[in-house]
């Protein structure tokens, strides 16, 4: 399973409701339930939101975010999905991970 990132934009706070809530909440209880969600929640912007998901592939994880609620009714219009490569110890922060050393090649005076 992968890490996945979506980022939720471009609210339509017109489409808010209690109940779409609800319905948003219930989801998402699932997803973790399911062991799809690892954590979520709205940035302090009150603009745009995060959901980091694990997922077999980039399209299930945007079939999980598509059937949120809050995507579904359009409360959030914008939704991009990434995959993660998650840094942390056990990897010693990318320092040796070919993205890291793609960078350090296209970084270097011609």
Not at 32 to 59: R, W, Y
Not at 67 to 89: H, Q, T, W
């Amino acid at each position: 399973m992968k890490k996945y990132v979506a980022i939720l934009s471009n609210k339509n706070r017109a489409l808010f409701s209690d109940e779409l809530l609800g319905k948003h909440v219930k989801y998402l209880k699932t997803q973790e339930k399911l062991g799809n969600l690892v954590l979520c929640g709205p940035f302090t912007d009150n603009e745009s939101a995060i959901q980091i998901l694990m997922s077999d592939s980039i399209d299930k994880a945007q079939e999980i975010v598509a059937s949120d609620p809050f995507i579904r009714k359009g409360y959030y219009k914008n939704v991009e999905v990434k995959e993660l490569i998650e840094a942390n110890a056990s990897n010693n922060w990318l320092v040796s991970d070919s993205q890291t050393n793609a960078n350090r090649t296209e970084s270097k005076p011609s």
